[in-house]
């Protein structure tokens, strides 16, 4: 089955710098890719996702980049504001197989004032 | 719309004994979820549905069981609860593969 690796763990980045969270899937079939949020006793959200058919996508201050060459794809948070401090998780699925969402280990981004 | 219900929010069981997660979802979604989830770690897929009377494991079934008798509900029932069942568990639903999960606020269930 997919095997989604996710790094760093945890992440502290000063107000203002940019973050970057990166993950690596095993099965090559996947082209689904979404990022949840998940603020502390909260639910997780979806905040972007990506599919195999384009290779970045922007919504304000978030962007994905995918690599389907290397099986990688990427989390770019630009300005960090206190409120971006949160537990990210990446997943990865394939149409046709239920959106069995594989999910990362997720990463502790802590964004200091 | 209320969007994905579990209920209860908390629970702490006995070893061995029994219960019944409940998940409802009021936006007519064909697909639903469990997941658990353990500290520092990801969501683990339970089981999974795709429409009612359709149900399959995911990556995690062992010690669980699902029925999806209608659209709205998802129950999950654990028997004979075990100390490695201690997690929080999140249903949720979607409209349409790939596309955004809707979860529920969660319940933490803690086997003693």
């Known amino acids: 089955g997919e095997n989604v690796e996710q790094h760093p763990s945890t992440l502290s980045v000063q107000e203002g710098d940019s973050a970057v969270i990166k993950c690596t899937y095993s099965d090559s079939a996947s082209n689904y890719f979404p990022w949840y949020k998940q603020e502390l006793g909260k639910r997780p959200q979806l905040i972007i996702d990506?599919?195999?058919?384009?290779g970045e996508k922007k919504d304000q201050r978030i962007a994905v980049t995918l690599n389907k060459t290397a099986k990688h794809f990427s989390l770019h948070i630009t300005e960090t504001q206190p409120e971006d401090s949160a537990v990210y998780f990446c997943?990865?699925?394939?149409?046709?197989?239920?959106?069995?969402?594989?999910f990362g280990t997720g990463t502790q981004l802590k964004v200091e004032l | 719309n209320a969007g994905v219900t579990q209920t209860p929010k908390f629970r702490i069981l006995k070893i061995g004994q029994s219960m019944t997660l409940q998940c409802a979802q009021d936006?007519?979604?064909?697909?639903m979820y469990w997941y658990r989830q353990d500290p520092g770690m990801g969501l683990k897929l339970i089981y999974y549905s795709v429409g009612a009377g359709i149900t399959d494991k995911g990556e995690v079934p062992n010690g669980y069981n699902v029925s999806r008798s209608t659209t709205e509900d998802f129950p999950l029932r654990l028997e004979l609860a075990a100390p490695s069942q201690t997690s929080v568990y999140f249903c949720a639903s979607t409209e349409v593969e790939n596309e955004k999960l809707f979860f529920g606020s969660g319940t933490q269930l803690s086997v003693l």
């Open positions: 990506i599919r195999s058919n384009v």
């Open positions: 936006m007519n979604h064909n697909y």
């Open positions: 997943a990865a699925s394939i149409t046709g197989g239920g959106n069995k969402l594989t």
